[in-house]
Every structure is written in C-alpha cells, then in structure tokens.
C-alpha cells in the first residue's frame, strides 16, 4: 500500500468526526438557537426559517459524517463529504461579503466573524473528502496494521483543525497567551522590589479595577505592602456614600487576575491620630 492509498484510509475517520461534531452542536447546543441568529444563514432564508435551517445543515452534517466513520467504505461518502465542503466555502464566500459581521456557526456557539481561518478550514475538509474517495479499507483496518502511524497522522489533522477554528480559541489559544505573558513580561517572577507605577498599570489591567472603576472618585491616595501584596487606596462613591477603595495587588509579579477590592465605608475607617 502506497502512502496516498494509506493517507486515503484514514480521512473518513478524520472528516467523519469534524462533521459528527459541527452537527451534534447544531442539534444539541443550548444555545444553537443563539448561534443560528448570529449566522450568515438569517440573509439566506430569513430569521423565521433560521433555527429550521441551521439544524437541517446540522442533521446533514450528522448523517454524511456516521457514513464516513461507520462501514462499509464507498467512494459515494467522500463525495458526499467534498460536496459539503465546497458548499461550506460558498456559504462562507457569501457570508463575507453579505453579512461580514455574521459568524459562522459552524464548529462552536462562539460569535466569531468570518475570517481567513474559516475559510481554510472548509478547504481542508474538502479536500480530505476528495481523498476519502480513493479509500479502499475502512479506517480500523489501517489503524489495526499500523496503530502509531495512524494515530500520529489523525492526531496532527484534528490539531491542524483544532488550529483553523476561532470558535475553539477560547479552549487553548487564550490559555497559551496568558501563560507567554505570565512567563514573559518584565514583571513575572521577579524578585526585585517593583515600582509603584508597574503595580498601578497592573490595577488597570485587573477585572477587580474595572468592576468598579465607575465609582472611584480620586487619584491613589495611599500605597503600603503588606507581605506579597500591595494595597492601594482611592476614593470612590456608592449610593451609600463615600467609601474608600482598596486594592490588593500581587507586588512581585504581573497576575491581574489576582487583584482584590474591598469597599470600605468612611465611618469604619481608623480616626487619624
């Protein structure tokens, strides 16, 4: 077996699984209702007729992705598959240039507008589809004879998958770039006293700061340390009155995500001596 007919064998099980996904979440996302407003699909048929559409192409999706990943193997399956994806880039095409701010919809309820990635995405999947027409054994077989191999090459398409979906990006992508700037800015880990100026850019970028942000009424009044932390005091105003705005920032590194507040009313804070 060459290495084409080998690559063959395999796709149905990769694009079986990519379409078995994108129409399970069609048909029992809790917010597929959602996610089909949000679509390019309300310029096509309509916002009465969307939630219909969106589960139809999700019912499609099911059904042609259980004949790839399910035996026996015909050549019928991978066209059917090609063709889905070539209708994918039409639809994609046309979401572009009718409704450019319209999301996808297609792998996850995330709003995300149609992009490069999108595209490429459909391409691979086509493309995988066309291949899956030269397949000559059902997917197991080739596992079965060649198991490192097999996994090692459907692993690195889900990944390139995985890679080409926006909507996905919240489950690695963000994680990895808050973990770079955790290890890569200036401030991480740093065992050095830090300026004050560092701890008041790290306050702004804190949801702690923006939670409240609408009520500060002043500049910092007051800083101290207090171990690792770093406290910062302003003033602010509730519907109950003054109160004074306290921050705890982590002092020897950049962990936004850290910062406290508490709000202290006037009448509890110590008399001055």
Same mark, same amino acid.
């Given at each position: /077996?060459? *290495? ?16 078995? %996904? ?30 219909? !559409? ?7 999706? *099911? ?24 209708? /994918? ?36 999947? /086509? ?30 398409? !889900? ?20 973990? @770079? ?6 401030? $991480? ?8 100026? #560092? ?29 690792? %932390?770093?406290?910062?005091?302003? $003033? #602010? @105003? ?6 004074? !705005? ?8 950049? @962990? ?18």
């Amino acid at each position: /077996m060459n *290495v084409l007919q080998w690559l063959a064998n395999l796709q149905p099980a990769l694009v079986g699984a990519v379409l078995l %996904w994108a129409g399970g979440i069609k048909l029992l996302s809790r917010s597929a209702r959602l996610a089909a407003r949000r679509s390019a699909l309300v310029r096509l048929v309509g916002k009465d007729r969307v939630f219909v !559409a969106y589960r139809a192409v999700g019912a499609v999706e *099911v059904g042609i992705g259980a004949l790839l990943v399910a035996p026996p193997v015909h050549p019928a399956e991978g066209l059917a598959a090609a063709g889905l994806g070539a209708a /994918m880039l039409g639809y994609l095409g046309y979401a572009r240039l009718a409704a450019p701010g319209s999301s996808c919809g297609c792998l996850g309820d995330k709003h995300v507008p149609v992009r490069f990635r999108g595209f490429a995405r459909a391409a691979v999947l /086509m493309l995988a589809g066309a291949l899956a027409v030269a397949a000559t054994e059902f997917w197991t077989v080739t596992l079965t004879e060649s198991p490192l191999a097999t996994v090692g090459v459907l692993l690195a398409e !889900a990944a390139l998958i995985v890679v080409l979906s926006p909507e996905l990006d919240h489950r690695w992508l963000h994680p990895l770039r808050r973990l @770079r700037l955790r290890i890569s800015h200036p401030l $991480a880990g740093r065992p050095a006293e830090v300026p004050l100026a #560092a701890s008041v850019q790290q306050l702004h970028k804190s949801a702690a700061y923006s939670s409240v942000a609408g009520l500060l009424r002043s500049d910092l009044l007051d800083t101290w340390d207090e171990g690792d %932390w770093r406290l910062l005091a302003y $003033a #602010a @105003r509730t519907e109950s009155g003054k109160v004074t !705005a306290v921050f705890a920032v982590p002092r020897l590194g950049f @962990r936004p995500e850290e910062v406290r507040v508490v709000l202290v009313p006037e009448a509890e804070l110590p008399a001055p001596v």
